[in-house]
Each structure stands twice: as structure tokens, then as C-alpha cells.
């Protein structure tokens, strides 16, 4: 017997955690093309947009 379960990117993955400590990023946290490094590149340059509003 085989499953098949299907993954999605919820927006717990696009907050930050611990008072702007923690910042969930990677391959498979991505929207575009989760699992490629497609979607790792697009994570991280969520990830700066997202620091970059801490920090102004």
C-alpha cells in the first residue's frame, strides 16, 4: 500500500519566531519551486526582505 501526502508551504513558515530571532528559510520553505535550489534562493531573499524590515 503506498500514500501519497502532499506538502504545502503554510504562512507559519513566512513569520519570524522569538522576537525577530528566528526566521525560518530553506529549499522546501519556498513557494517557488520548493525542494530546488530555486526555491532556496527565493527563500533567502525572503528571509533579507524580512530582516531588512527588522532592522529599519
Avoid at 506538502?7 to 530546488?36: H, M, W
Avoid at 530555486?38 to 524580512?50: C, L, T
Wanted: net charge positive; proline share 2%; glycine share 6%.
Amino acid at each position: 500500500m503506498s500514500y501519497r501526502i502532499k506538502i504545502t508551504v503554510t504562512d507559519s513558515f513566512k513569520k519570524s519566531y522569538l522576537n525577530n530571532r528566528f526566521i525560518i528559510a530553506g529549499a522546501e520553505t519556498s513557494e517557488v519551486s520548493p525542494g530546488y535550489m530555486e526555491g532556496a534562493i527565493h527563500s533567502a531573499f525572503n528571509v533579507y526582505d524580512q530582516i531588512k524590515k527588522i532592522k529599519e
